[in-house]
């Protein structure tokens, strides 16, 4: 019975926000989110305060060659992994991993850049283990060619 009620209640916290097409504010209360994102022009999504236990997931609906950007608040950091691969013929793939002792303001998308992604169907989520830090683990491709040193996870 425990089990079902928890099924219900972790049902309930998800919430979909459909089509984030331009600059976006996200707030606490959507934690548990997937944001179906939808690149067009150059825009940012704005993380809330990373309070622990907080979750986001992100999946591109459409890359885009324009910069766009997850940003975190000015106290916050984001750490953790993001693997890059090509959806070009050479099949190549690279992988940035950042510890919390090097953790950065921003995840940087821009689905044509070597070391950078952002494809249809890339995945992100993001989990706040602890206040004041976002852990990063991002699946991503890009169609400019082979990924070089990748540098997703940026200032």
Same mark, same amino acid.
């Given at each position: 019975?425990?089990?079902?009620?928890?099924?219900?209640?972790?049902?309930q916290?998800?919430s979909?926000?459909?089509?984030?097409?331009?600059?976006?504010?996200?707030?606490? !209360?959507?934690?548990?989110?997937?944001?179906?994102?939808?690149? =067009?022009? +150059? #825009?940012?999504?704005t @993380?809330? %305060?990373?309070? !622990?236990?907080?979750?986001?997931?992100?999946?591109?609906?459409? =890359?885009? +060659? #324009?910069?766009?950007? @997850?940003? %975190?608040?000015?106290?916050?950091?984001?750490?953790?992994?993001?693997?890059?691969?090509?959806n070009?013929?050479?099949?190549?793939?690279?992988?940035?991993?950042?510890?919390?002792g090097?953790?950065?303001?921003?995840?940087?998308?821009?689905?044509?850049?070597?070391t950078?992604?952002?494809?249809?169907?890339?995945?992100?989520?993001?989990?706040?283990?602890?206040?004041?830090?976002?852990?990063?683990?991002?699946?991503?491709t890009?169609?400019?060619?082979?990924?070089?040193?990748?540098?997703?996870?940026?200032?």
């Open positions: 019975e425990n089990l079902n009620q928890l099924k219900i209640f972790k049902q916290q998800i979909l926000v459909h089509s984030v097409t331009t600059n976006h504010t996200l707030t606490e !209360a959507q934690s548990g989110a997937v944001l179906f994102w939808e690149h =067009g022009g +150059a #825009h940012e999504i @993380l809330p %305060s990373a309070t !622990a236990g907080m979750y986001f997931k992100f999946i591109l609906k459409v =890359g885009s +060659a #324009h910069a766009q950007n @997850l940003v %975190s608040q000015s106290s916050d950091k984001i750490y953790g992994k993001v693997f890059v691969s090509t070009n013929a050479s099949d190549k793939c690279s992988v940035q991993q950042l510890g919390k090097s953790a950065v303001d921003k995840v940087k998308l821009h689905s044509t850049t070597l950078l992604g952002g494809n249809i169907g890339d995945v992100i989520e993001l989990y706040c283990y602890e206040d004041g830090y976002w852990n990063c683990d991002a699946r991503l890009t169609s400019g060619g082979n990924p070089g040193t990748i540098v997703v996870l940026a200032n």
